[in-house]
């Protein structure tokens, strides 16, 4: 990646499971970052600023000002950011999923009026729509699988990678949301003022990709 005699190219890490590949694949590219130590914000490292952010907070960050983020493509559909998108990445794979306790599984067609517990309202909202079902959205912001468990909901949408959660709470996936992967994100006017260096790293990490990442 070309780097620029200017500004600093900035990027935002999402904190969680994403953070490890967000950094070897950067690292691969030739962008060796270090993360915030405790209680710092932000960490420089030669031409570049990293700030770690909450996972749904990526794309809101990009859309208002920093140049380059890395974020789940559940967050970005969910957050509805105006970012540019110019790859997936290769980690991070899993889904969004509808699940319900195993001893009361009916099809998504027949929830119409079911309380579903989750973090994605909007994309929930959106699927259920789209089968021209009705359903109270719960809004929680962790351990979605405790709902249904203490009749609060009667179902839940969240991601899933081995089900092992799940199981371990007596619930069964019913359909398929969305898949899920990593995305680069890049800020639409960081784009254009600095070009060069986007477009070399997006360069960079496709020939990783290509390599085998």
Do not use: W
Request: aromatic share 6%.
């Amino acid at each position: 990646m070309k780097r620029s005699n200017g500004s600093p190219v900035r990027f935002v890490l999402p904190k969680g499971r994403l953070l490890q590949g967000s950094l070897e694949v950067l690292k691969k590219a030739g962008i060796e970052l270090r993360v915030p130590a405790e209680r710092r914000l932000i960490e420089s490292v030669g031409n570049y600023e990293v700030l770690l952010a909450r996972a749904f907070d990526v794309p809101v960050y990009v859309e208002y000002g920093i140049d380059v983020g890395i974020s789940g493509s559940d967050v970005v559909e969910e957050r509805g950011s105006d970012v540019l998108i110019p790859l997936e990445l290769p980690f991070g794979k899993c889904r969004l999923s509808l699940a319900m306790p195993a001893e009361d599984t009916v099809e998504p067609e027949d929830m119409d009026g079911y309380r579903i517990a989750t973090k994605y309202p909007r994309i929930t909202r959106r699927f259920f729509a789209g089968l021209d079902v009705e359903v109270e959205i719960l809004k929680l912001h962790g351990s979605i699988e405790l709902a249904p468990k203490i009749g609060i909901a009667d179902a839940i949408v969240d991601i899933v990678e081995t089900g092992n959660t799940l199981r371990a709470n007596g619930l069964v996936e019913v359909e398929k949301v969305m898949d899920v992967s990593a995305l680069l994100l890049v800020n639409r006017i960081a784009q254009k003022t600095k070009f060069e260096e986007i477009n070399g790293l997006v360069f960079a990490i496709k020939e990783v990709i290509r390599d085998g990442f």
